[in-house]
């Protein structure tokens, strides 16, 4: 072989390797890069996505798309029927049951509070030249409990039920401190400067219509109850003619209807007019009726009259019976606002 040959055979060599070189080294650095991975999705490149290169990731089709979409709705209105079937929360038996706690708690706690107390000008409007010691401040609660006091002179003893709604004072005695807020006046005088008190309202005070100020030493016994209208009732009501027979002629003011579980409680009272107490025990049979005053609605069914005549417009008591009511044997009505706590 001469020497010309072999260096073109050697030409032939290099140049053959150098083509097949170039497309080698290209193809590593794309595999390299297929290997990294990252999330770029862009048509013709070849970076990769994922495990591909991104020219090869399919975009998302309209069918696809619209696919998803109806996969949301559908979930949405599967959570819309699942809140319809839900039992709806009852707002007025969480309030009626938030209420029954409060009133057990209340009634549960009794407190005891001693002490003296020199009175002062009655803040009332017209009572200035009188002279007041308030023993438990107005409150929207309802008191419950016995006073005892001892005076340096006779006194009064007065409970406020209230406030009274716009349009209730019709007559009955009332306090005020503006004008504005009004409350119903039960005004006791036992014409003495010591005694023992029961009493049911919005709050109890000792007073004189003296302008010069006494002292009182007291210990009141009480409990707080919440206005639920079942065991504590408070309100205003106008008398309407006694449905019994033989009563056409009176007024009837019905605070506790006729039931045939007894009741039992106390009552504060404050009416336009002397009035009577009525308490009902009954149904009573026919061959106990004899002998005793009864009432009747419809002459068929009877029930013991317990008639209690006070003599005054405002007072308090301690009651039991099927019924309670207050009475007047005049043919107009009257008007009695009153607070009630039952024990039974």
Known sequence: MTKTSIVALFTIVVLVAGTLAGPIAFLQPADAMKSKGNDLRETGSKKVCGDR????????????????????????????????????????????EKAKTAMAQSTRH???VTGSIVSSVDPGVGHESHQLAIILP??????????????????QLVVLNGPLKEGMDKGQAIWTPD???KFGLTFVDNQNSAGVFQFTGNALAVHTKKTTPFTVTYSVS??????????????????KQDPGQGHEAHQLAVILPPREQPYSGHLTY?????IQL??????VSPKHMQGQPTWSPDGKTHYALVFVDPKKSSGSWVFSGNALAIHTMNETP?????????TE
């Open 179 to 181: 004008g504005k807020t």
């Open 110 to 112: 009794a407190r005891t």
């Open 334 to 342: 009257f008007t009695v606002s009153y607070a009630v706590v039952l």
């Open 270 to 274: 404050d009416a336009s007019e002397p």
């Open 222 to 239: 009480y409990t707080e109850h919440v206005v639920d209208n079942q065991k504590i009732l408070r309100g205003t009501t106008t008398s």
């Open 138 to 155: 107005p409150s929207d609660k309802i008191y419950r409990g016995q006073l005892t006091y001892s005076a340096t002179e006779n006194v």
């Open 278 to 283: 009525v308490s009902l025990i009954g149904p």
């Open 53 to 96: 290169l991104c020219s090869e990731v399919p975009k998302m089709t309209k069918s696809a798309e619209k696919k998803k979409e109806e996969v949301k709705k559908e979930k949405k209105s599967v959570e819309s029927e699942k809140a319809k079937d839900a039992p709806k929360k009852d707002d007025k038996a969480e309030t009626m």
